[in-house]
């Protein structure tokens, strides 16, 4: 440790930068007059009585006032590590008798620079979403992570999967499945976009995957504002350029879904069965309506672009309708404000005849 780490570090028990050198010339020189420190630390023979004084306080030194001259002394340095170890260890309890514990935030941004860190981020995120993915990577970089994927779909979790530079026009279509809610691919390489849960998100360039020298870098974030803006991205930007190779099966209802866009997924599934079904709402009503906080009605319409034909006006609109005695109602997800009604969870059921 060289003398700058050690002044660093005695700064941290309030020892000034001359009280420092002052200190220093005196554990170098031992027992010495003042005008001998005073000379070593480059400061005036008063300063050094002065500030002598309280170091001596301090438990760092003890002067001789008796001798003539006065002489000062360093104090036995084991001696001097006891007092400050003992000083620590006697704030310890008073300190933790006034920290009160508040939860962080939980918002975070990271970089990421290495491939195989990214690989098992995008793999911790997709074992623990709940409700949606968005996710887009270079197709080679699917095996690595297709068992992930199957076990998230299998949780019941809505994933939207785009497979970029296929690099196959002929990929077995059966291969895909499993893999997501639905697959599109496209031949170019895309960015590597990960969204989960409207919460978490991951982009990196395609060769920070694709290619060992490559010096590009990630950054993964955990932000409520940031996530949706970056699904926006992927559903606006990419997903409807892209061909769709794979759509799963509509579920067995009764469904209650959590995730607005899940559940709007799978209400075009089945509205392309031709399957009349109907959906309960339970959320807040939007505008001057007077409804109640549960809706119940027949399925008569969906706005998306999820799966194809797409219905929506906009790529990233997802909403659907009901009927309730003649009357229409448009139920959208969260931060809905163009529809009736804001949903927080949605049942899909077959509708009785």
Known sequence: MDDDDLAGLLERFGLSKKEIDTYLAILEHGESKASTIADAADVSKRYVYSISEELEERGFVEVDDHSVPTLIRPVPPETVVDRLTRSVEDIEPE????????????????????????????????????????????????????????????????????????????????????????????????PTMLTVDRQHGLLAPSELLTSSTSDTKAISLTQEQLAPVLAGSFLANYWPTAEERYVTTPSDLPQTYEGFRNAVFQIALHQATERPIEATVTGTP???????????????????????PATSTLPIENAFEIRIDGERYTIGGSGAFLEDFEADSVTIRPLEE
């Open 286 to 308: 939007l505008g001057d309506h007077d409804l109640p906080s549960t809706l119940t009605g027949e399925v008569v319409a969906v706005r998306q672009s999820l799966v194809r």
């Open 95 to 190: 300190i933790r008798s006034r920290y009160t514990k508040t939860e962080r935030t939980g918002e975070q941004f990271e970089v990421i620079k290495s491939r195989q860190t990214v690989l098992k981020r995008i793999q911790s995120l997709l074992s623990n979403a709940e409700t949606e993915v968005t996710l887009s990577l270079p197709a080679e970089m699917l095996p690595q992570i297709r068992p992930t994927l199957e076990e998230t779909v299998d949780r019941g979790v809505l994933v939207l999967l785009l497979l970029g530079a296929t690099g196959d026009e002929h990929r077995d279509i059966a291969s895909l499945a499993g893999t997501a809610s639905t697959v599109r691919t496209w031949d170019a390489l895309v």
